[in-house]
C-alpha cells in the first residue's frame, strides 16, 4: 500500500515563503510521477504542479508560474514543493499525489497539510 505523508505547511505573511514535503513509501518512487493539488475553503481541489519519474518534465498552473517549485530526490522518497511570494490567494489544503504520468491519474494522495497565507 502506498503511503504519502506531506509537512511543512504553516502560516506565512504574504511575501513569505514555504517548503513543503511528502515522503513516499510502499511503492518504489522513482516509477510514480509526483504532484501537489490544493483544496481552499469553498473551492474544489485544484492542480497546482506535477514532476514526472526522473525530474525532466514538470508542469505548473498559471497562477504559481515562477513562484512555486516542485522538486523530487528519489534517493529519498520525497517530493519537494518550494512556494515563494506567497499570497493569500494560496492559502488552501495541499495534497500531495502520485500516479503514473505527468497528466495524470494520480491515484494515491496524503492526507494534506494546511498553508495559510495572511494579507
Known amino acids: 500500500q502506498v503511503q504519502l505523508v506531506e509537512s511543512g505547511g504553516g502560516l506565512v505573511q504574504t511575501g513569505g515563503s514555504l517548503r513543503l514535503s511528502c515522503v513516499v513509501s510502499?511503492?518504489?518512487?522513482?516509477?510514480?510521477?509526483m504532484g501537489w493539488f490544493r483544496q481552499a475553503p469553498g473551492k474544489e481541489r485544484e492542480f497546482v504542479v506535477a514532476?514526472?519519474?526522473?525530474?525532466?518534465?514538470?508542469r505548473y498552473v498559471d497562477s504559481v508560474g515562477g513562484r512555486f517549485t516542485i522538486s523530487r530526490d528519489n534517493a529519498k522518497n520525497t517530493v519537494i514543493l518550494q512556494m515563494n511570494s506567497l499570497k493569500p490567494e494560496d492559502t488552501a489544503v495541499y495534497y500531495c499525489?502520485?500516479?503514473?504520468?505527468?497528466?495524470?491519474?494520480?491515484?494515491?494522495w496524503g492526507q494534506g497539510t494546511q498553508v495559510t497565507v495572511s494579507s
Open positions: 499525489a502520485a500516479g503514473g504520468s505527468l497528466w495524470g491519474p494520480f491515484d494515491y
Open positions: 510502499g511503492r518504489s518512487f522513482s516509477n510514480l510521477a
Open positions: 514532476i514526472n519519474r526522473n525530474s525532466i518534465n514538470t
